[in-house]
């Protein structure tokens, strides 16, 4: 089955950026989502990519593929205290069927 | 628009009982998919309805069950409750759950088992 990993934890400082890895094992995924979770509260979407793209920019958020490797990445430029959360990648499920596998979540500490 | 909504946000259950939390999706979306939240299992596909039909379903023991009306809303049940089904109950919902259709969340049910 589809297997997801993050790293569990990250801090960063004030206004640094931020890089946030994920690995997957599915080759067949179609789509890979970045979510947001903050303390006591359920999931945000915040970007997608589509398999046959290596990058995609919205504002702040730069995400990189790299499907030789199974690779994901979310970068979060001049990261804010607000940024502070648990970042979820994840993977569609095969055959294009609507259920997300998700990775432990990566705890993102931005320090002021 | 208004987002996902789910109810209640708050149960606390003793084993043995069982619990229906609900989900409403965000308006014109017909799929509705259910996740489950624990520290140790992480993030868990449930079962996704779709049309009043189930289209998917993860892992789980017949004791979760779900069911979806025609309006779109969706209700999952958890018969004969055990510690471990204490978790976060996370319903999302999206248009037809095909091609780019993105899954959004509601804010979950905060489940305790005593």
């Known amino acids: 089955g589809e297997d997801v990993e993050q790293s569990l934890f990250l801090s960063v400082r004030e206004g640094d950026s931020s890089v946030i890895n994920c690995t997957y094992t599915?080759?067949?995924?179609?789509?890979l989502y970045w979510y947001k979770q903050e303390p006591g509260a359920g999931l945000q979407l915040l970007t997608y990519?589509?398999?046959?793209?290596d990058m995609k920019q919205d504002q702040r958020l730069t995400v990189l593929l790299n499907k030789k490797d199974k690779h994901l990445s979310l970068r979060i430029a001049d990261t804010q205290t607000g940024d502070s959360a648990i970042y979820f990648c994840?993977?569609?499920?095969?055959?294009?069927?609507?259920?997300?596998?998700f990775g432990t979540g990566t705890r993102l500490t931005v320090i002021p | 628009k208004a987002g996902v909504t789910q109810t209640p946000r708050y149960l606390i259950k003793t084993r043995g009982q069982q619990v229906t939390l609900s989900c409403s999706p965000i308006?014109?979306?017909?799929?509705v998919s259910w996740y489950q939240q624990t520290p140790g299992q992480g993030l868990q596909f449930l079962f996704e309805?779709?049309?009043?039909?189930?289209?998917n379903k993860g892992n789980f023991p017949g004791r979760f069950s779900g069911r979806q009306f025609s309006n779109s809303r969706s209700e999952m049940n958890v018969s004969t409750l055990e510690l471990g089904d204490s978790a976060l109950y996370l319903c999302?919902?999206?248009?037809?759950?095909?091609?780019?259709?993105?899954?959004?969340f509601g804010p979950g049910t905060r489940l305790t088992v005593l």
């Open positions: 999302a919902s999206s248009l037809s759950g095909a091609g780019a259709d993105t899954q959004y």
């Open positions: 599915d080759s067949s995924s179609t789509y």
């Open positions: 308006s014109g979306h017909r799929s």
């Open positions: 990519i589509f398999s046959n793209m």
């Open positions: 994840a993977e569609r499920g095969k055959t294009g069927a609507n259920n997300l596998f």
């Open positions: 309805y779709f049309s009043e039909t189930q289209r």
